[in-house]
Every structure is written in structure tokens, then in C-alpha cells.
């Protein structure tokens, strides 16, 4: 499902911020994934509570359409999602109307669940455990330009159960981070136009490529596939000079000693 953006948004809806929503996900053994709501602050979103609310759950191809009710006294209960894909990640549209009518007064794109240690705060990239059957990670990148959207490393969550643990294991940090980091770079590469596109998910890496040393690309051939690949390479090496990166290599070493004894 692509995401509502300056162009695809000629009526100028209300963009609700996804700061204003907590949406849940749970693992409910044989009854499957369920999600709910737990919280939407309408009153700071600028809201009329008698305004109702529906719910687009969508992972890849697949999507299913939930009526919430009025923002007011909204649907908390969980509700199934059995026939969303579990292999890719899982996001949420939120659609505002007006009681008795189908034209939209708002929306908000891209929200997502919070597992149960919390968010992870505004970085880039966003990490979501998910059954992958045997495989231990995967990077998916944002489709299209989906602006506000983020490249989301799919984890096997019998290894890492929650975001926060697969953040906090080195790990994880020194032997999947910088494979990510250079997939990321070859997209930019690929696409260096987009680091000053505000409609690009790419645009918001500006920031992150200028802070750690490394200039932007230079536009390339298409078939040009060892320039961008030397520029990714420079990127990963900026990254593993970062001190969370040596921070998380001193430890995985400190357990490969720890083993030897």
C-alpha cells in the first residue's frame, strides 16, 4: 500500500501525526497475530471525538480494513490479523470521517507497533521481529517514495523476541548493522537525487551521511555498479568508526575470549 503524499493528496486531508497513536501487536499462540489500539490522543491531534476512525493493517500485498468507531470511545479490543503476511512489515493507515459520510477529513500513514520495551526513539532504521522461517534477518526497503517511511530490518524473533534486545546484542551490532547500512548505501547510490527529495524516504540519510564524514554520490551510469559499490564501502567504514559500533565489537570479542577459557 503506497502512502498518501503531497502528490497522491490533491485534497490537501489532515495529516495526523503518528506521534498521536500506540498501536499494539501480540503473538496470540494458536489464535494467531492480533493487534488494538491502545491509545489515540484526538484532543492534541485536533479532533472532534463524534469524528469516526478506520484502520488499514497492510504488510506486502496484503491488507485488511478495520472500523474503530469514534475517536472518542474507539475499539480497543484485539482484532485478528490472520490474513496479513507475517514476512514483511507490518504498518498501519488510520482514515478519519465525519459520522454518516465517506469523504475523509484526515489520515495518518505509516504508523507502526510498538513491541513491549517501547519505542527506539527517531532512528532511520526501524527493527521488527517477525517469524522468518530459518532465516535470521532481512532488510526490507521502503517501496516507492513513501515519505516518513524507513528501511526495517525483519529479525527472527526467536532470537531476538523484541526490538530493544536485538538493539542492545553486539552481536547483532557488528555482523548484521554494517550489511545494513551498506544495502542502504547502495540504494541511495543508486538514487542520489533523493537525498534532497522532502517526498523520498531517502532524503532524512542527508543528514546522517554529511554527520559522519562521507560526501554524497555523485550521479553515476546505470551500469556503473563498482562506483556505487566504492561508495558504499565508504559508508560502512564511517559507520564502523562510530563509537557504538567499537562499543559493540569490544563486547562480542570480550564473549569470544570469555568462550575460549
Not at 503531497?6 to 501480540?26: C, M, S, W, Y
Not at 491531534?45 to 480494513?65: F, K, L, Q
Not at 498501519?92 to 477529513?105: A, D, I
Not at 532504521?125 to 526490507?140: F, N, Q, S, T
Amino acid at each position: 500500500m503506497g502512502q498518501i503524499s503531497r502528490t497522491t493528496n490533491p485534497t490537501g486531508l489532515k495529516q495526523i501525526d503518528r506521534k498521536h497513536f500506540v498501536a499494539r501487536v501480540k503473538d496470540d499462540g494458536p489464535n494467531g497475530r492480533v493487534f488494538w489500539l491502545e491509545s489515540f490522543d484526538f484532543e492534541s491531534a485536533r479532533i472532534d471525538p463524534g469524528v469516526r476512525m478506520g484502520c488499514v493493517a497492510h504488510a506486502g500485498a496484503t491488507e485488511e480494513y478495520f472500523d474503530l468507531g469514534p475517536v472518542s470511545d474507539f475499539n480497543k479490543s484485539p482484532l485478528s490479523l490472520e490474513g496479513i503476511a507475517t514476512d514483511k512489515p507490518l504498518k498501519f493507515r488510520f482514515m478519519f470521517n465525519e459520522p454518516g459520510e465517506s469523504l475523509l477529513v484526515g489520515y495518518a500513514d505509516g504508523v507502526r507497533a510498538i513491541d513491549e520495551a517501547g519505542n527506539l526513539g527517531s532512528s532511520l532504521v526501524d527493527i521488527e521481529p517477525r517469524k522468518l522461517d530459518g532465516v535470521a534477518w532481512k532488510l526490507v526497503l521502503p517501496e516507492g517514495s513513501g515519505t516518513g517511511d524507513k528501511p526495517n530490518v525483519l529479525v527472527e524473533m526467536s532470537l531476538f523476541p523484541t526490538a530493544a534486545i536485538a538493539v542492545s546484542n553486539p552481536w547483532f551490532g557488528v555482523l548484521v548493522m554494517p550489511e545494513v547500512m551498506r544495502q542502504i548505501a547502495m540504494a541511495i547510490a543508486h538514487d542520489p537525487d533523493a537525498l534532497d527529495d522532502p517526498e523520498s524516504w531517502i532524503e532524512p540519510w542527508s543528514a546522517f551521511i554529511s554527520a559522519i564524514g562521507v560526501d554524497a554520490p555523485v550521479a553515476s551510469d546505470e551500469d556503473d555498479v563498482a562506483a556505487r559499490q566504492d561508495w558504499a564501502d565508504r559508508v560502512v567504514e564511517r559507520f564502523a568508526a562510530k563509537g557504538i559500533y567499537k562499543h559493540h565489537l569490544a563486547k562480542a570479542m570480550a564473549e569470544m575470549d570469555g568462550a575460549k577459557s
